[in-house]
């Protein structure tokens, strides 16, 4: 009974996501820009990524490759362009005037957690400093973890919430 | 008193427990206490700051899983936008969302007088994420396919007549409800960092971490963390709805779980001092 429901919830938000995209993007752009505007390169674009269903193709299936790996390189290059900015802006904000305890905590835990990460140096595995260093890191991470969870819990209290709202409030009416 | 019992308190007991103590307050709000979070504050203020007529992004990008948190965020940050007289364009890159969207912003709308396409506009599921949201800066008619949620035409909607393109010039605001990728990563990766637009999140509350070092850097200008968030909004704006509701029966959820953490690790604690192992 579970794998029955299992498997018609994915069917269903698969139908779902086909038919929204579909209805919503692929037929008013193929009406608009395509036939409206004559914009008919779009087509071939439509067919190239159409080869992808060739990979249930035996025989022919090494096609489906190269719309895939048009698709991975064209994101590459997407994020590649754009990321950097954000993530530079992210590096900046780590460097911090050390006028408060607050700060001075927040760059301490940043560089013993970075420095956990450069597994190369012997002198850490070592020596005492660098294993005390080790097990800081990891204490710090396991509080921004826990802090994660914590968060994550309260979610899942909240999804709690919802469906009994839904059961006590729209399906039964019992509460106002 | 035997505290190693606590230790392998039978788990039943614990649901039934979380179960009876958040049901209460769902019947008899108990209207505990509430502060508003700086984060939240910012958030509200944000929008509260912008002039009459101006507009506002939101990216709705949730599913029915995180409807529970996501609902009440967007339901309080629509109503403050209606409140202002400001312009709204909803957008979503997830596929279940814009019927939810519809379910919650509808009935706002209709209590507070506001016309569809004039005031406000849903754009609906649009694929392709980052990319979509990318070709909408220079027109939102090619990311968007020219239609919204329901099909609807854009040139038959006044309002995206003056909102063509997702630009610094044409949008104040981005605001994204979000409960995973595709989300504020899009937005902020793609739109508000290179276009300096201003912007703000709504995550569910397993997100509040990871977007953290965002607001810090002010990146994010505020943030409404999960339900939580949602409530302390509703309480800012002094319209208390039903995220505030369901924050009594959270609070006590949570204090539940505090109790049983301590009573586990007290039972602990006592099995090994009596030289026992515990579970």
């Given amino acids: 009974m579970f794998r029955f429901a299992e498997h018609l919830t994915v069917g269903l938000a698969a139908a779902h996501s086909m038919v929204r995209t579909v209805d919503n993007y692929l037929r008013p752009t193929v009406k608009n820009e395509v036939i409206a505007e004559g914009q008919w390169y779009l087509i071939i674009l439509l067919l190239f990524g159409a080869l992808m269903y060739l990979r249930h193709a035996p025989g022919i299936n090494w ?46 835990i940043t560089m013993i957690t970075i420095g956990y990460f450069f597994f190369t140096p012997k002198w850490r595995a070592e020596s005492r400093t660098g294993r005390t260093l080790d097990i800081w890191a990891r204490r710090v991470m396991m509080i921004g973890f826990g802090a994660t969870f914590g968060n ?19 399906w039964l009416g019992l509460i106002g | 008193m035997d505290w190693s ?3 392998d308190l039978d788990v039943r007991w614990i649901y039934i427990i979380m179960l009876v103590v958040i049901i209460v307050p769902l019947f008899k709000p108990l209207g505990l206490p509430m502060s508003v979070s700086p ?8 929008i509260e700051a912008l002039p009459a007529g101006s507009v506002v992004w939101i990216g709705a990008d949730y599913s029915p899983g995180s409807a529970a948190e996501n609902d009440p965020q967007l339901a309080a940050t629509f109503k403050h936008a209606m409140k202002k007289d400001l312009k709204v364009v909803i957008v979503s890159l997830w596929d279940q969302a814009p019927d939810l969207v519809q379910s919650v912003i509808t009935p706002i709308a209709e209590s507070m007088g506001k016309v569809y396409g004039v005031d406000y506009v849903n754009l609906g599921y649009k694929p392709a994420a980052g990319v979509a949201l990318r070709a909408m800066t220079r027109d939102i008619r090619d990311g968007a396919g020219n239609v919204d949620y329901k099909g609807t035409s854009l040139d038959e909607l ?63 200008k505020g943030m ?45 604690l006592a099995s090994r001092s009596k030289g026992g192992s515990s579970n």
């Fill in chain 2, 224 to 268: 409404l963390p999960g339900l939580a968030g949602a409530a302390q909004y509703e309480y800012w704006m002094e319209e208390p709805g039903l995220a505030c509701i369901q924050m009594d029966a959270q609070s006590l959820g949570h204090l539940v779980i505090l109790a049983f953490i301590l009573l586990g690790n007290i039972g602990y």
């Fill in chain 1, 63 to 108: 096609i489906a490759r190269y719309p895939m790996s048009w698709f991975v390189g064209y994101g590459v290059g997407y994020t590649l362009a754009f990321t950097p900015k954000p993530f530079i802006k992210q590096i900046i904000d780590t460097f911090i005037p050390l006028t408060s305890v607050d700060n001075i905590i927040y760059f301490v």
């Fill in chain 1, 152 to 170: 994550v819990v309260q979610g899942r209290i909240s999804l709690l919430l919802g469906r009994l709202q839904f059961l006590l409030h729209d």
């Fill in chain 2, 39 to 46: 984060e939240v504050k910012a958030y509200a203020e944000t």
């Fill in chain 2, 158 to 220: 006044p309002l995206m007549n003056e909102v063509t393109a997702l630009t610094k010039e044409q949008v104040d605001l981005v605001i994204s409800i979000n409960t995973g990728s595709p989300g504020y990563g899009d937005y902020l990766n793609y739109i508000t960092d290179p276009l300096g637009i201003a912007f703000l999140s709504a995550p569910t509350a397993g997100m509040i971490t990871g977007q953290m070092p965002f607001y810090r850097s002010g990146q994010i």
């Fill in chain 2, 5 to 7: 019992k606590f230790g």
